[in-house]
């Protein structure tokens, strides 16, 4: 569907994007882009939507103009009721048209439609831009930190509700977040970006078994945990955690088991994105946290 190679994106003297070897996203891809703040990912999708001037090949079989992308900042008039700006944006009368109202109920909006936009909740703004977004059906849909800033009980809604309203479509989503456990729910490859390159670009699964193993399990970094651990099953995570790769189930159960025999606590994953990025882009960094 999608095919990136060669492509720079060069802001004054910086490089923002550097995409040598070609990625490609397919119809029915579900992608998660990640990586730190400045990363690229936005000027990416600003790429793709022809939005920002580049060098290179974005080899695409659809054309911008058919692509919608769901952006964190949205504004609206505040003059008219949410009706009125549904109508105006879509050219359309709710009554008369099934789909919007079917996304209106899908969405539980009926409520927010007599409202003006500044009287909206966070998560009921975004709902609004979802269902202007989503009534596109778009063969690919870039949504781009659509749910930065909303609390956690607000985000799983809208996301269960994205995954839902996708469940058995062939459309191509492209999602960017700096939450990971929204894409667990939601995306089954991951393209990793650091700043303006591509770590990696695979299923979430094939990342995970290349950077982590077979699982990994992670308990909270203390003297007494370092103490009990074997240094060598230790991989990358965050500062304040001990993450250990597990390279197969027999090694797993040996950890496990000698934690709690130790009756120490941990959890035990095998999707875990945050770490299987953070080991990554270290290892794509020869284990330097940061660039000096
Ligand atoms: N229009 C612009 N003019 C100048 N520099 C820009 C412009 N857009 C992006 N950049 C720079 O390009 C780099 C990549 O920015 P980008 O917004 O793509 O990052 P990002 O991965 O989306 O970050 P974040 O997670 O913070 O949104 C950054 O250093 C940014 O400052």
């Known amino acids: 569907m999608i095919t990136i190679q060669n492509l720079t994106v060069t802001f004054k003297d910086q490089k923002a994007l550097d995409i040598?070897?070609?990625?490609?996203?397919?119809?029915?891809?579900?992608?998660?882009?990640?990586?730190?703040?400045?990363?690229?990912?936005?000027?990416?999708?600003?790429?793709?939507?022809?939005?920002?001037?580049?060098?290179?090949?974005?080899?695409s079989s659809v054309r911008p103009e058919q692509m919608a992308v769901h952006l964190q900042a949205n504004t609206y008039s505040e003059l008219m009721p949410i009706s009125k700006v549904i109508e105006t944006i879509l050219n359309t009368k709710i009554k008369n048209n099934e789909k919007l109202q079917e996304l209106i109920a899908f969405f539980d909006f009926e409520a927010s439609l007599k409202k003006k936009y500044k009287n909206l909740s966070g998560g009921q703004k975004q709902r609004l831009t979802l269902i202007l977004v989503l009534m596109q059906d778009a063969p690919i849909t870039f949504f781009d930190e659509v749910t930065s800033g909303l609390d956690f009980e607000t985000r799983q809604q809208l996301m269960q509700k994205v995954r839902a309203w996708y469940?058995?479509?062939?459309?191509?989503?492209?999602?960017?977040?700096?939450?990971?456990?929204?894409?667990?729910?939601?995306?089954?490859k991951i393209l990793i970006l650091d700043k303006g390159k591509v770590v990696d670009f695979d299923y979430t699964t094939e990342l995970f078994a290349k950077y982590c193993g077979y699982?990994?399990?992670?308990?909270?970094?203390?003297?007494k945990h370092e103490a009990e651990i074997n240094k060598r099953d230790e991989i990358y995570g965050p500062d304040h955690l001990i993450v250990l790769g597990c390279q197969d189930k027999d090694h797993e159960q040996e950890i496990a088991k000698h934690l709690i025999d130790k009756n120490i606590n941990f959890k035990r994953s095998n999707s875990d994105i945050e770490i299987m990025s953070y080991n990554a882009i270290l290892n794509n960094n020869g284990g330097k946290r940061y660039e000096n």
């Open 167 to 188: 469940q058995g479509k062939n459309a191509t989503i492209c999602l960017v977040s700096h939450y990971y456990d929204e894409l667990e729910q939601l995306v089954n």
């Open 20 to 59: 040598q070897r070609p990625i490609t996203f397919n119809s029915g891809d579900r992608i998660g882009i990640i990586g730190a703040n400045g990363a690229g990912k936005s000027t990416m999708i600003n790429a793709c939507l022809g939005l920002v001037p580049y060098s290179g090949s974005i080899d």
């Open 215 to 223: 699982s990994v399990i992670v308990l909270d970094r203390t003297p």
